[in-house]
């Protein structure tokens, strides 16, 4: 049970006014139509997922499939109706719809895809952008081969070749994503939308508590929708799909069982997906283990880098026409090392074990009113663990966190003349406790969150809409033994974020758009109250009581053109803020300990950068793809901003005949000097790598198979945003072997 005081239920009072923000947003119809009904979802008919952002439409129909592949029509006034599903990845489909009886028909559809390989960007003759959010899909979407063939250790190696992210490490196991430069919290990381609840955002020596192999789909978001999950529009959304819990209607018994392997460190990995339907019951069951030995370096083996994971969930859904609702269980585990030989820190390391279990749970209701539809309830309780280890077993650092949030979100056609809207508001609580040499009060977190989406086409323009209201109180500790009572004190903090987009189609092959966005984010925890050493990241952490909201203004531009030949896509972006959060090396040492004092700071920064990605279908079944990002950043005096990735690019030639795939590629890193003081720079890199992709079908089972050689020529190079570079170089050859049977 949570515990509130009488002088926190004061603060309760901006609850109550985002909840009656909510009722005016989201009236009832007491007076529904008694007219006709549709109401589906529309599915891959490879792999049963659902498929977002279908457009349907008929006579005076016009509607999308929302996140979950949903889709509902109301008011038909005709017993007999033929309604056309397309989607610019698969191919369109007409049903014909006849009421008998009912009033209400269930339809699902499944669409099959034009091209079998999946890849990131699919060329089309005819490409029907209808928001932000369908650009994304053709260039920051992970799934299918595709996926597959990029799986990595962690879900940070899987995405490293994406457009805009980088990785950040202190070891292969605690790596993370950086999009745009960006890092920490920014960077909202989920699993089916739900937060992920990990350390990773705090410090460099934390890995994520996210299997990535098992996921059927990984996305980057970014744009006005993100403002549904986070009030940081500028940093976005990595999500992880796997619909575990299983909402969608499964026709049938579907199986996946998948093997990992990669001799860079002898690691390997054993996975299994089970969706099991039984009349209105969907069951899901998944599964994993892996396990890594120290990784080999074109120096020698680097030493307590060996990483052993397991991971299992199930989940159990029931689905009726008026109510569905679900729950799931997950636990993910993880043991790992990091690195040693570096001043302060032990010569054999650090190992750290984490532990997180997570319960979830939904109720959704599909047609609540002619206006309001899938209205949902969302729950999740949520603890996680995680110690680390020094010399002897001494634990240095002992993480305890327990999480609950509670969420109402509704979609509604046609609010305020908006062709879709969505909105929802939410509340979560946070107990935060920490032990060992790190000397950080407890504190107890509220939020308290609202926000609002729309939506609107006018014939080749569309525009989309968000805005989001958050509160934040922390209350630590007071009389916290190690620290004196000026440092500990109640913080709170009111945010408003807002974004706009616009996309003007030119032509069926062409689009512009613009992403406006007034972003914001609370201090975290550890940025306010942090004090003592952190040998696992070989630094000794200062926390900043007197930190303000992180706070910025956004734009971006993006062009896009596609026709059977040539894909070509671009954004130019710049990031302004007004107050920007970061740990910056002091120059001091903590003599004691003999590790470097990171300091939180927050001043003026300013960040800019481009990406472009073009394809080419060459003959002889050839194709070319490059992609380039680039991001500079700096405070405003001029001086560099710490950890900002370099220049980066993507070179790759690939053959695709039937289900045969062979590809060759080279990654390449421009040198960066631009450093923050007491950065190291990093010299420039190219790295040679190849692939080979095949499927094999045996009745009703779909065999993947993907090799790929990763580092050819062992080549030594460094990664500019590993904490380590200094001390060792990245991985070298690797082959990886990636298996999935598909039933």
Known sequence: MIKISKNISYHFRYFKVVFFLFLILNPLDSFPATT???????????????????NISGDYIKVETDSSGLFSITGITENKIKIKFTHPFYISKTVEINFTTDSIAKVDVFLNKKIF??????????????SFSDYLELTNILEGKELERNSGLTLANTLKNEIGISLRSMGPAPSRPVYRGLSGDRIFISEDGRKSLDLSGTSPDH???????????????RGPIVLSKTSNTTGGIINTVRNDIPILQNEALSIIAGTYFETVNDGYLGSLKLDIPYNNFNLYLEGSKRKASDIDTPDGILKNTAINNYNYSGGLAYLNDNISTGINFREFNSEYGIPGGFIGAHPDGVNITLNKKQFSGLLLFPNVSTLMKNFRINFSYNKFSQTEFELNNIIGADFRISEQEVSLETEKNNFLNSDFSKSGIGFEYKDFNIGGYVFNPPVKSFKIYGYEYFKKEYDKLIFETSGRLEYNLFRPQ????????????NKNFNIISLSFSGLYN????????????????????????????????????KGNIKLENESGFGIELSGFYSNKFLTFSSNLFANFYSYYITPRNTGDTNFQTLLPIYSYQGSSANFFGFESQIVLNLPLNLKFLNNISFTSGEFSN????????PLKSLWEIKYEKNNFIFGVNAEIAAAQNRVDEFEESTQGYGVINSYFQSSLFTGKIIHNFSLSIDNIFNKKYRNHLSRIKSIVPEAGRNLRIVYKLIY
């Open 506 to 541: 030119l032509n069926d092959n062409t689009f512009i758009a613009i992403n406006l966005s007034k972003t914001s984010k609370s201090p975290t925890i550890e940025e306010l109250y942090s004090r003592g050493p952190h040998l696992a990241a070989y630094s000794y952490e």
């Open 36 to 54: 006709n009904s549709i109401y589906g979802h529309v599915y891959d008919s490879y792999d049963l997922k659902p498929i977002v952002n279908v």
């Open 207 to 221: 890995a994520l508590a996210i299997e990535g192999f098992t996921a059927s789909r990984i996305e980057v978001l």
């Open 117 to 130: 390989q999946t890849p990131v960007i699919t060329v089309t003759d005819e490409l029907k952008i209808k």
């Open 638 to 645: 001029g001086s560099s901003l710490p950890n900002i990735p």
């Open 478 to 489: 007071t009389d916290f033994r190690y620290t004196n009572d000026t440092n500990i004190q």
